[in-house]
T-cell receptor, first 113, second 113 residues
Framework: GDSVTQMEGPVTLSEEAFLTINCTYT??????LFWYVQYPGEGLQLLLK?????DKGSNKGFEATYRKETTSFHLEKGSVQVSDSAVYFC????????????FGKGTRLHILP | DAMVIQNPRYQVTQFGKPVTLSCSQT?????MYWYQQKSSQAPKLLFH???????NEADTPDNFQSRRPNTSFCFLDIRSPGLGDAAMYLC????????????FGPGTRLTVL
């Protein structure tokens, strides 16, 4: 079945460091790919998405490119801030109407001032 | 602003005492979802409504029920909460099923004493 694998955390970085959180997927067909972010005590918020190969999603300085050849959707940010501390979930949904969203296990990010 | 609202944000109940969690949306979306999220885990889908059509996940315990009296509101009823039901409960909506983006509420944190 479809699945999402993302790097385990926690990831600890200093402010202004470069961030990469790896995400790879297994799916039939051409799924849509998402990154959701969950701040402490809050629900999930959509950070960015991509719906077809080579699409780049971007938001708030974060970027991820849908790579069909490597089945990856890695999240990157050039200069992180303390306010980026949160849990990040990579996710996919299939092309069928009945397909559910499948989440990775989440990666906790700590940014030190 | 259009949004997904959950009440209460924090709920404390006693072992075996029924509890109801509430979700409302101003997005006029067709689909409403309930997820259970335990500490340091990804959200787990319990069930969803597509309009008035209820769709239960195969592994959702019978202890969990849901009602959707109209487009805007959806309720999660836990008939006899156990200690293992303590978790964050997230409501989400989407225009349609499948690859559509899901919009999450802030969650209700349930404590079972």
């Amino acid at each position: 079945g479809d699945s999402v694998t993302q790097m385990e955390g926690p990831v600890t970085l200093s402010e202004e460091a470069f961030l990469t959180i790896n995400c790879t997927y297994t799916a039939t067909g051409y799924p849509s790919l998402f990154w959701y972010v969950q701040y402490p005590g809050e629900g999930l918020q959509l950070l960015l998405k991509a719906t077809k190969a080579d699409d780049k999603g971007s938001n708030k300085g974060f970027e991820a490119t849908y790579r069909k050849e490597t089945t990856s959707f890695h999240l990157e940010k050039g200069s992180v801030q303390v306010s980026d501390s949160a849990v990040y979930f990579c996710a996919l949904t299939g092309v069928n109407r009945d397909d559910k969203i499948i989440f990775g296990k989440g990666t906790r990010l700590h940014i030190l001032p | 602003d259009a949004m997904v609202i959950q009440n209460p944000r924090y709920q404390v109940t006693q072992f075996g005492k029924p509890v109801t969690l509430s979700c409302s949306q101003t997005l006029n979306h067709n689909v409403m979802y309930w997820y259970q999220q335990k500490s340091s885990q990804a959200p787990k889908l319990l069930f969803h409504y597509y309009d008035k059509d209820f769709n239960n996940e195969a592994d959702t315990p019978d202890n969990f029920q849901s009602r959707r009296p109209n487009t805007s509101f959806c309720f999660l009823d836990i008939r006899s909460p156990g200690l293992g039901d303590a978790a964050m409960y997230l409501c989400a909506t989407s225009i349609n099923r499948g690859a559509d983006t899901q919009y999450f509420g802030p969650g209700t944190r349930l404590t079972v004493l």
